[in-house]
């Protein structure tokens, strides 16, 4: 009998990759829960929030770029 220590495998494994079938089912039950005419307006909603978190990620980085670096008084 072979016996295989579980949290030595990889997580790839247990979560399959999304075929085409799925994402049938994954819409399919958006445009149950959103309905047809909402779907568009929902995904607008959701392309301008995950623009704007990548916007505000963008003047972080460039914010913590320009900011000098503080050097420790001795």
Do not use: D, W
Request: aromatic letters at 6%; charged letters at 25%.
């Amino acid at each position: 009998m072979l016996l295989v220590n579980l949290t030595q495998l990889p997580l790839g494994l247990f979560i399959p990759s999304l075929g085409v079938p799925e994402l049938l089912v994954v819409l399919a039950i958006a445009v149950f829960m959103f309905g047809a005419k909402k779907l568009p307006e929902v995904a607008k909603g959701l392309g301008q929030g995950i623009r704007e978190f990548k916007t505000s990620l963008k003047a972080e980085e460039k914010a913590e770029e320009e900011k000098p670096a503080e050097r420790p008084s001795s």
